[in-house]
């Protein structure tokens, strides 16, 4: 993802090391004035270093904004990309993948972890890049200077090496224990929004507290115990090398005073302030292991998502320009992973043109399984699914969902107007087109009644809606796209008489002509469907028209009677 940049990166390190250089040049600006005092002139001497020096700090400001702007550009556009990606591949990973992931989870990856991967970049790239530069400046000065010293810069390579081995497993180790326990808090803070009605219901507020309050003192002593490690890090790398420091300079001063080396005062200071330099420059780097850790452990969370294998493929599979609505199974089974049994065993249906087919049992008969293996959500174990006699397996799927259109139990409307929700995804849709869509499902009293019409922001997920209005407004949602295949998955069980009949009259409209698969609980909504599908244990039971079934006196017509009284 950095390879686009590598220009830009490239003169961003170029303006860095050209700002930063008087941090390794100044040394040997203060070691000049130094000697000529101690020699006593030439005063001229001073006037050209003086002047050197403005000339180098004036360079620091103009390099540091060219910098600002090329480096945190980067880093910025890195974020949008991880996070563009990230959307892309959660579109991507298969509906199994989603069902087994928390949102928040989800969320937290999204925002969180590519919030520390930014900060990784602004927070470590430039201190990262001054301790570089800072390094090559130190130990080229000082080859200048007094090579002999360099054997005493080598000693800081074993201490910053032991050190950073000693820190780097534990603090991954606790970093990921941190992420953990943050992704598990935002699990939980996700679950108490879903549960609000249900905790209040009850007066369970005190126990929804207590869940989330136990998470929060997870987070608190992962948090605790990760600071404990970086902070005991931190002050033995700080000693160690400050330790150092000051054994280097009483020894440049011993080699002054000896005659050991040919050393001036003010190479003494130089020798002195160039190993402060470096030791500094190595205590910055080794200190920027926890940062590094904590970026990195956000690199592997995000990578969870990128490289989970649970994807959808389409690529190359051939793109369905018109479809008819012919659908059929041929003995089509499903397992689910970790299943004990098959959800789905030996399905045998074929499915016309304009048909009708409801789908009815018990719950865990397989009758939402069904639904998703049309959609292509979930892929046959077993079997084979051919829509418009094309094998499913072999199509693009992205593409013969354009005319396919579903209804579910619960329409979730987002934070939009009516019209936004109804044209969802539609760049090109009209007013009449969006009107007589609202009017076939039988919402555009809806509207009317509003008092921004069709302007009106329905809330999150659309709350300021009642059930049966979203359902309608769902329903206007199919109908606006003109779809040939429909699916409709308990569309009418949680409403109540008055707007199920509503509702029921727009879901006719919406079936007129379209090969429709409806799942319902309640039989009295299926009555006029060309065939009923009775499943049980993930089987075909029975098959046939609702007096067809009736008269057959078999578990259709047992639920049948179980209803009806």
Request: aromatic letters at 6%.
């Amino acid at each position: 993802m950095l390879r686009p940049f590598r220009g830009r990166l490239g003169v961003a390190v170029l303006a860095f090391g050209i700002k930063d250089s008087p941090l390794w040049l100044l040394p040997v600006i203060t070691a000049t004035v130094i000697d000529v005092v101690v020699a006593g002139g030439p005063a001229i001497r001073l006037a050209w270093v003086a002047a050197g020096a403005v000339a180098l700090l004036s360079l620091n400001y103009p390099m540091h904004v060219l910098f600002v702007r090329l480096f945190f550009g980067t880093s910025r556009a890195l974020g949008a990309q991880l996070r563009n990606r990230l959307a892309a591949r959660l579109q991507s990973l298969s509906i199994g993948f989603h069902s087994r992931s928390s949102a928040a989870v989800i969320q937290t990856k999204v925002v969180r972890d590519v919030e520390n991967v930014e900060l990784l970049f602004q927070q470590a790239g430039p201190p990262a890049l001054s301790a570089v530069f800072s390094l090559a400046g130190a130990i080229t000065m000082t080859a200048i200077a007094v090579p002999q010293f360099l054997v005493v810069y080598l000693l800081t390579v074993p201490i910053a090496a032991a050190l950073t081995l000693a820190m780097r497993r534990r603090s991954a180790r606790r970093n990921e224990d941190f992420r953990r326990e943050v992704e598990r808090f935002s699990s939980r803070v996700g679950e108490m929004a879903t549960l609000i009605p249900i905790t209040r219901a009850h007066g369970l507020e005190h126990v929804a507290h207590e869940r989330v309050a136990r998470s929060a003192e997870g987070v608190r002593d992962a948090g605790i115990t990760l600071d404990m490690l970086n902070g005991r890090f931190g002050a033995a790398t700080w000693i160690s090398f400050q330790l150092l420091g000051i054994a280097c300079l009483v020894l440049a001063a011993l080699a002054a005073i000896s005659g050991w080396l040919p050393i001036t005062a003010g190479e003494v200071v130089l020798l002195g302030s160039y190993f402060s330099i470096l030791t500094g420059a190595i205590t910055q780097l080794v200190s920027m292991v926890p940062l590094l850790a904590k970026g990195l452990e956000s690199v592997r969370s995000i990578a969870e998502v990128m490289e989970e294998p649970d994807v959808e493929r389409n690529e190359g599979k051939d793109e369905v320009a018109a479809v008819e609505g012919r659908i059929r199974l041929e003995g089509v089974g499903f397992r689910y992973p970790g299943g004990d049994a098959g959800a789905l065993d030996g399905i045998d249906l074929d499915v016309a043109e304009g048909e009708t087919i409801a789908f009815v049992g018990p719950s865990g008969s397989g009758k939402s399984t069904m639904l998703n293996l049309v959609l292509g959500f979930l892929r046959p174990s077993e079997g084979r699914i051919l829509l418009d006699d094309r094998d499913m397996e072999r199509l693009d799927l992205r593409s013969v969902r354009r005319f396919v259109s579903v209804v579910p139990q619960e329409s979730v409307l987002f934070e939009g107007s009516i019209r936004e929700n109804v044209a969802y995804g539609l760049d090109d849709v009209d007013d009449e087109r969006v009107r007589a869509a609202l009017r076939d499902a039988h919402a555009l009293e809806i509207v009317e009644a509003l008092p921004d019409g069709w302007d009106t922001v329905v809330g999150e997920r659309g709350a300021r809606l009642s059930g049966g209005q979203r359902q309608r407004i769902a329903i206007a949602r199919a109908l606006v796209r003109d779809p040939r295949i429909l699916l409709l998955d308990e569309a009418t069980s949680a409403l109540d008489s008055e707007s199920e009949q509503k509702v029921k009259q727009a879901l006719d409209t919406l079936m007129r002509d379209r090969t429709t698969l409806v799942v319902a609980h309640r039989l009295s909504t299926i009555r006029s469907a060309s065939r009923i599908v009775v499943l049980d244990h993930g089987r075909i039971a029975e098959i046939g028209t609702h007096d067809e079934l009736v008269a057959a006196g078999g578990r259709y017509a047992q639920l049948n009677r179980i209803q009806s009284a």
